[in-house]
């Protein structure tokens, strides 16, 4: 069984900074894609930013040159570092990967897993 495990979240003032940890843990051949998400109150779940197994990075317009997400692919653990937070950047944050967590014959398959969500508040 496959586990994402965030963790960093807090409370913090506008301009401040936040580092969120997500680790998968369990029986993993592979990582592909790995992103986060975050759900405000009210609102409905949005992407905020992804990285490929190979490093490379997109992110949605609001975060882009505040946030910056990075992987260690031997630890198997994303990272979403946040900086000059604003209060609409309060959510529920999401990690979410697709990881190779069964192999058959030489090949390995692909299922998607999400993390249980780590609250971010950033106050004015």
């Known amino acids: 069984q496959v586990q994402l495990v965030e963790s960093g979240g807090g409370l913090v003032q506008a301009g401040g900074s936040l580092r969120l940890s997500c680790a998968a843990s369990g029986s993993i051949f592979s990582i592909n894609a790995m992103a986060w998400y975050r759900q405000a109150p009210g609102k409905q779940r949005e992407w905020v930013a992804s990285i490929t197994s190979g490093g490379s990075t997109n992110y949605t317009d609001s975060v882009k040159g505040r946030f910056t997400i990075s992987r260690d692919n031997a630890k198997n653990t994303v990272y979403l570092q946040m900086n000059s937070l604003k209060p609409d950047d309060t959510a529920v944050y999401y990690c979410?990967?697709?990881?190779?967590?069964?192999?058959?014959?030489?090949?390995?398959?692909?299922?998607?897993?999400w993390g249980q969500g780590t609250q971010v508040t950033v106050s004015s």
């Open positions: 979410n990967a697709d990881i190779g967590d069964r192999r058959r014959y030489g090949l390995i398959y692909y299922s998607n897993y």
